[in-house]
C-alpha cells in the first residue's frame, strides 16, 4: 500500500453515503475518486483535499464511463485498493404498478453498474492480490416489504452475485464487504426517490408504504457519516465477515426474516423429505 494510504472509488459520491464514504475516507488521509454522474458536485470534495480527491463523471449504467472511470483512477494514483458501489435511487409501487421499463431501470445501477464497476476493477485488484469491494446493498437485500419489490430484487440481486463472488476471489486476495443499511439520514427517499402510478387495488398494502415513505423522508434514524465509519473501520479490519448490517432496525428486520425462514423450512421439511427415488 502506499505511504499515503488506500485509494478509495466510490460511486454516486454526491450525496448520501456515498460524499460520507469519500469525507471519512479523506478524515483517515487517505485518497477518493470520487464519481457522480455531474462531476460539479464534488468540486467542494476537490477543493477540501485537491491533491488526494479525483472527481470524476460516470454513470454505472454507461461501460465506456466505468472503463474511462477506471483508468482515469489509476492513471492518477496508481492503485484502487477499495471499490464502493454506492450509485442508485430507490422505487415504491406495486409489481403490477411497475412495468417492465421502470424494473429494468432499477436493475440498471443497482445490479448491472455494479456487476460492470466489479468486473472493471478486479484485474487490477486480482493483479497486486489486494483490494475490497464494498456492495452498498440494504435490510431490502435480505428483507422485502410490499411496495418495494423492483428494489428489493436488485438488492437481493446483487447480494446473491456478492456472496458467489467472495468465494471466488478470497483465494485471490481480495474481499467483499455486503453493507446492509435500515434507514438512514440520505436522499434515498427524497431527491433519490421514485413513485410508480397507484393502482386502488393495492391502496391497504402499497399505499401503507408511500405514506411511510414521504413521512419519513428526513426523519431517518440512522446517521450516515456514523455509517460511513462503521464501513470504514470494517475495511481497516480486512472485511473480517461477509455482511455489516447498520442501524437497530435492519438488524431487527434481518432477524425476523431469518426466523421466518427457518419456520417455513421446518414446516415443509416432511414435504421436502418425501420427494426423493
Not at 499515503?4 to 477518493?32: D, M, N, P, Y
Amino acid at each position: 500500500m502506499s505511504p499515503q494510504g488506500k485509494v478509495w472509488f466510490v460511486t454516486g459520491a454526491s450525496s448520501g453515503f456515498g460524499r460520507c464514504i469519500v469525507e471519512e475516507a479523506l478524515a483517515r488521509g487517505e485518497r477518493a475518486v470520487a464519481t457522480a454522474r455531474d462531476p460539479r458536485t464534488l468540486e467542494d470534495l476537490v477543493a477540501r483535499a485537491p491533491d488526494r480527491v479525483l472527481a470524476v463523471r460516470l454513470d454505472v449504467t454507461k461501460v465506456h464511463e466505468v472503463q474511462s472511470a477506471v483508468s482515469a483512477a489509476l492513471g492518477r494514483f496508481g492503485a484502487i485498493d477499495v471499490l464502493v458501489n454506492n450509485a442508485g435511487y430507490s422505487v415504491v409501487g406495486a409489481v403490477e404498478e411497475t412495468s417492465d421499463e421502470e424494473l429494468r431501470a432499477v436493475f440498471e445501477p443497482l445490479f448491472f453498474g455494479a456487476a460492470a464497476m466489479t468486473r472493471a476493477v478486479l484485474p487490477h485488484m486480482r493483479e497486486r492480490r489486494s483490494g475490497t469491494i464494498v456492495q452498498l446493498s440494504s435490510a431490502a437485500g435480505l428483507v422485502t416489504w410490499a411496495g418495494v419489490g423492483a428494489y428489493c430484487a436488485a438488492k437481493h440481486a446483487l447480494e446473491a452475485l456478492s456472496e458467489s463472488l467472495a468465494k471466488e476471489v478470497e483465494p485471490l486476495g481480495v474481499r467483499v464487504l455486503i453493507v446492509e443499511p435500515g434507514m438512514f439520514r440520505t436522499k434515498l427517499l427524497g431527491a433519490s426517490f421514485r413513485a410508480m402510478p397507484p393502482l386502488e387495488a393495492y391502496a391497504s398494502t402499497v399505499g401503507a408504504m408511500r405514506t411511510y415513505s414521504i413521512q419519513s423522508d428526513g426523519q431517518q434514524p440512522g446517521d450516515p457519516a456514523k455509517a460511513a465509519r462503521a464501513i470504514a473501520d470494517a475495511v481497516a479490519a480486512g472485511a473480517p465477515a461477509l455482511r455489516l448490517p447498520l442501524g437497530p432496525d435492519a438488524i431487527e428486520s434481518i432477524r425476523e426474516k431469518l426466523t421466518q425462514v427457518r419456520a417455513n423450512v421446518d414446516r415443509m421439511e416432511p414435504i421436502a423429505r418425501s420427494t426423493v427415488f
